[in-house]
């Protein structure tokens, strides 16, 4: 076979667009006068690595907001990304520091005693270079498909000296001129009026850059050719801007890749578009996020959580991600926290920048002051720090190191294959000590599918349940529950969980299977071929009965232990208490022993 062609679809440049609001203590409309002040005579910003000066802009819908912008950069390599940074940062810091000296400080986007919060809400904007219509169409599309996603990730909320607000955006569940992105069938002058059309019906708009994904790109803000991401609420760092601007260069890539091959982005139809992106704004990466089941009409409506649709994104993504060689460092801002929170059992982790000044506040109530983080503002490396890395490896040094090499191995790509010289050799080895015709052991994912079917019969369960009890090494089904929406985490571990009979409370942890509580368990494990383990104690205690389990070692008569729940919950009086469940599970007599 010979090779006769090879594509790789290059990153185009990109136009970033920095933003922050104004603060003037003590008068009302003194930020939208110092906004005008400053754009009159700006301050003199730095060129970034293309040459081109950063420039400081505004806009009238957000008066006490101020941009930043980049203009176009190259984002291709690590090297001219952590230049770009440090150009932008530079830049911040002058306009803070100009700021200060007419009167006022610049503050993250948020601020609950500004007068009027709307004033200074403001997004960061990241406007993609296309090179043709089709791109320009394929590109809006996709975006427009992974529109939760990325709200969950990137929302920030009001903050104050009492905390940070709960929720997602507050930006877009504050916004009268932004609305959700309407699927584009061509870039077509004639379709694109039909588009405007449906938004003046649906919307009262006739504008393409009222939408969160503008096709057109903003004219305000130089970029009428590009198209414009306007989902990412702006950022307190630059060093989380960054990795948005990374996240979007990646999208681009695959879109250009769709492009080539003659692919479209599926339709995801409007109605489930608009519920997710709600969902998003409101509860941020708390959400759960309905599962687009067009072609699956007979089943029942499944979720999945903001953090596990990130995930899913990530896992899209890293192929381009590769291709840009994306450092662990880049891309920590984004992931690390979404894959500690969705693994570990500890609670705490950073996700993003709403979780980060909660997290400061818990730690110090003065962290959130006004003059402090405007001191922020003004260092470049505090801007381009990864706060959420720093704040996670506090709470959990041993989960951020773990996710560190987690993140790392992804971005390092697949295992090499084989040399095709040795197949047959490695063909004719001997196999596992798996029974002829016997497959191969369920994994946990393929498990909960499996017990995700409707009305399935208890036999059918119970082999399932079998199946991944073969798989070797620890069997903890907390992690892929997590990732799950918590309807359908909560029904499967219904289906999961054994009959009344079957279920023996404990009131400590154990010292050893010869227990009365866990003979008791193996007794009906082994009669009924399952059976289940259940703690209720101080959420202290939950990690006593975690590592008295594993002091057990295995259990006897090839009984497998599967950890089914380990978690927190809030009883009455505020009292904090911890529930642990384990499966136990016998194998089919005569087998697997």
Same mark, same amino acid.
């Given at each position: ?75 291709? /390599?690590?090297?001219?990304?952590? &230049?770009?940074?440090? %150009? ?12 200060? &000296? ?11 005693? @500004? ?8 997004? /960061? ?144 139809? @409007? ?54 060689? #994306? ?17 570990? %059992? ?34 470049? /490396? ?69 017990? %995700? ?16 009890? =073969? ?19 909560? #029904? ?38 399952? #059976? ?9 205690? =939950?990690? &006593? ?49």
């Amino acid at each position: 076979m010979t090779l006769v062609a090879l594509y790789r679809s290059a990153p185009l440049r990109q136009r970033i667009s920095k933003g922050y609001s104004v603060y003037v203590p003590g008068h009302g409309r003194g930020a939208e006068e110092l906004v005008g002040s400053l754009l009159a005579g700006p301050p003199p910003l730095p060129a970034g690595p293309s040459g081109q000066p950063h420039t400081v802009r505004g806009s009238a819908r957000a008066r006490a907001a101020l941009w930043v912008d980049t203009g176009r950069v190259s984002l291709h /390599d690590p090297t001219t990304r952590a &230049r770009t940074a440090e %150009a932008l940062a530079v830049s911040v810091a002058r306009v803070a520091a100009d700021v200060r &000296r007419r009167g006022g400080l610049l503050l993250p986007t948020g601020w609950q005693q @500004q007068p009027d919060p709307l004033a200074g809400l403001c997004a /960061d904007l990241h406007s993609a270079e296309v090179l043709n219509p089709v791109q320009r169409e394929v590109f809006t599309n996709l975006v427009r498909e992974h529109t939760a996603s990325l709200i969950a990730l990137g929302g920030r909320q009001l903050y104050g000296p009492g905390g940070v607000a709960p929720g997602g955006s507050a930006r877009l569940s504050r916004s009268f001129d932004q609305v959700s992105t309407r699927y584009l069938d061509s870039c077509a002058p004639e379709h694109l009026e039909r588009v405007r059309t449906r938004l003046r019906q649906e919307e009262r708009v006739g504008r393409l850059e009222v939408m969160d994904v503008s096709p057109l790109g903003m004219p305000e803000a130089q970029a009428g050719e590009d198209v414009t991401v306007r989902l990412f609420d702006a950022q307190v760092t630059v060093a989380g801007t960054l990795a948005h601007a990374l996240l979007v260069q990646a999208l681009s890539m695959w879109s250009r890749d769709l492009e080539r091959t003659g692919r479209r982005v599926r339709q995801v139809p @409007q109605f489930l578009l608009e519920q997710n992106r709600a969902r998003a704004v409101a509860h941020g990466l708390a959400a759960e996020l309905r599962v687009d089941q067009t072609r699956r009409t007979e089943e029942p409506p499944r979720t999945q959580s903001a953090g596990r649709a990130v995930r899913t994104l990530l896992s899209e993504l890293l192929p381009y991600l590769r291709q840009l060689d #994306a450092t662990t460092d880049e891309l920590a801002p984004l992931f690390l926290g979404v894959e500690m929170a969705g693994s570990a %059992a500890a609670s705490g982790f950073v996700r993003n920048e709403n979780d980060l000044l909660a997290h400061w506040h818990r730690e110090d109530r003065t962290a959130l002051a006004p003059e402090r983080l405007a001191q922020g503002l003004a260092s470049p /490396d505090w801007l381009t720090a990864d706060h959420c890395g720093a704040s996670n490896r506090a709470v959990g040094h041993g989960s951020w190191a773990a996710a560190r090499v987690w993140l790392t191995d992804r971005l390092a790509g697949p295992a090499p294959q084989p040399d095709r010289r040795h197949e047959a050799q490695r063909d004719r080895r001997p196999e596992s000590r798996r029974e002829p015709g016997r497959p191969a052991p369920l994994t946990a994912d393929q498990l909960l599918d499996r017990l %995700a079917r409707p009305d399935l019969p208890a036999p059918e369960v119970m082999d399932a349940l079998r199946s991944y009890c =073969r798989a070797g090494g620890t069997l903890d089904l907390t992690r892929p529950l997590r990732s799950r929406g918590r309807d359908e985490a909560r #029904a499967l571990r219904r289906v999961l969980r054994p009959r009344a009979g079957q279920r023996v409370r404990c009131e400590k942890p154990p010292v050893s299977w010869d227990d009365a509580t866990a003979t008791r368990a193996l007794r009906a494990a082994g009669e009924q071929g399952v #059976a289940l383990m259940h703690w209720d104690l101080p959420a202290q205690d =939950r990690a &006593r009965v975690r590592e008295a389990l594993r002091g057990m070692g295995r259990a006897p008569g090839g009984v497998r232990t599967v950890l089914l729940t380990d978690t927190n919950y809030t009883a009455r009086e505020d009292e904090r208490r911890g529930t642990v469940e384990v499966l136990l599970v016998a194998p089919r007599e005569g087998t697997e022993r």
